[in-house]
């Protein structure tokens, strides 16, 4: 098997692949704007890095929990899982829905850093 085609001999759509990594830059980016503010809560490196992987990793399977309840809340749960919107990159899908969300979640885990560090400022 050559390199971009599959043991059935088709070739590698290039457009699914640039949406996988764009999904995966966008949520990496996510992930880490959450752990950059779970940082600049606490002075403990030890105690930032195991609240931020506990923050992220139930961000991305609250999108399991949504499959055991039913209504507005499913549709709630749905839409805030990280899992949920990386699915349509890894289709090969881009939607602005789901760039709108990623970049909402960087710029608010941006702000809130920015936030925190600048009280810590004035108050020093």
Excluded: N
């Excluded at 059935?8 to 949406?19: H, K, N």
């Excluded at 992220?56 to 709630?76: D, I, M, P, Y």
């Excluded at 939607?95 to 400022?121: K, N, P």
Aim: aromatic residues 10%; hydrophobic residues 50%.
């Amino acid at each position: 098997v050559s390199l971009g085609t599959s043991p059935a001999g088709v070739i590698l759509d290039l457009r699914t692949v640039v949406s996988g990594y764009c999904g995966v830059v966008l949520i990496g980016s996510a992930v880490l704007s959450l752990g950059k503010f779970i940082s600049t809560l606490t002075d403990s490196q030890l105690v930032a890095a195991l609240s931020s992987m506990t923050v992220s990793l139930l961000w991305v399977t609250v999108g399991v929990a949504s499959t055991s309840v039913h209504g507005l809340w499913r549709a709630v749960l749905s839409y805030v899982s990280f899992a949920d919107h990386i699915d349509h990159f890894a289709r090969g899908l881009i939607r602005l829905e789901a760039i709108v969300y990623y970049g909402t979640v960087i710029g608010f885990g941006c702000f809130l850093s920015y936030r925190v560090l600048d009280l810590r400022r004035w108050r020093a």
